[in-house]
């Protein structure tokens, strides 16, 4: 029996619009009311989940930062919590910086970047938000400030050109104390050493005492993968990647088709 639902947001209970279909929503409703749990975990940070929480009535912690943190945008207790050890924080910066990549450090109340496409993006997208969801944003140029002052719990590089990013992701690979992971093409997430959203989906599972046999999770790219491998079912997204397809149970349509509703009714409802 089906206790707890996990779903990653970007790829799969979200559109390409970055938004919930009411398909998806009118499931997650049904799912709640047969007492079932509903969990998000998520690569985003507290300030670009915001505008979700209440959308999807999310009271309960969510797995934040590919699963460094388990926790809630508003609320300040963290229930776990790990953070880039600074000397590695510091050279993967300075690396970024050298090459041209772009590099934007996620803390728990603001994130730090220099001005690009993303952020553009984020701010625009504050416009239409209420006060309270807005992603807060700040440049800092002084990298001893970024690192002594601020705990990061997840470092978000971007290189679109895929030869720089193959190359980027080997040398990164040297810093063994941090974990690399793809969340979309041409992204690639660090974490800290065993951070993963599987690892933060056993101590959630455990925190409320579900077995994995209990627990199905929905995702759609490699840093999918580890809560896929967790659960004891796994659905991947029509669109997932093909790493998520190949440890999935089932394949449900795409994040543009309402997959998470389809998988809901056929997978856990039976409707």
């Known amino acids: 029996m089906i206790k707890m639902a996990v779903f990653d947001l970007d790829g799969t209970l979200l559109n390409s619009n970055l938004q919930v279909s009411e398909a998806n929503l009118q499931a997650i409703k049904e799912l709640r009311e047969t007492g079932v749990r509903v969990v998000i975990a998520t690569g985003r940070p507290e300030q670009l989940v915001k505008p979700y929480t209440d959308v999807l009535e999310m009271e309960d912690n969510l797995i934040m930062y590919n699963g460094s943190v388990i926790g809630h945008p508003f609320k300040e207790e963290r229930l776990y919590s790990l953070a880039l050890p600074k000397q590695s924080a510091r ?156 440890v999935a149970d089932y394949i449900t349509l795409s994040n543009d088709n309402d997959g998470v509703a389809h998988g809901i009714y056929k997978y856990i409802l039976h409707k």
């Not at 700040?138 to 690192?147: F, G, Q, V, W």
């Not at 997840?154 to 190359?167: G, Q, R």
Request: hydrophobic share 35%.
């Open 91 to 246: 050279a993967i910066i300075e690396y970024c910086y050298h090459h041209g990549h772009i590099v934007m450090s996620y803390t728990k109340d603001y994130l730090i970047s220099k001005p690009n496409f993303r952020v553009t993006f984020f701010e625009k997208r504050n416009e239409l938000l209420p006060e309270k969801d807005r992603a807060i944003f700040k440049d800092i140029p002084d990298l001893d400030d970024i690192i002594e002052h601020n705990e990061i719990n997840k470092l978000l590089i971007i290189e679109k050109d895929w030869e720089k990013y193959k190359k980027m992701r080997e040398d990164l690979s040297v810093f063994t104390d941090c974990s690399l992971v793809k969340s979309q093409n041409s992204f690639l997430d660090v974490n800290p050493l065993g951070a993963s959203k599987g690892t933060a989906l056993a101590f959630l599972a455990k925190s409320y005492g579900y077995k994995p046999e209990e627990i199905i999770a929905f995702g759609d790219q490699d840093n999918d993968v580890s809560m896929l491998e967790y659960a004891g079912t796994s659905v991947a997204m029509g669109n997932a990647c093909t790493e998520a397809k190949n």
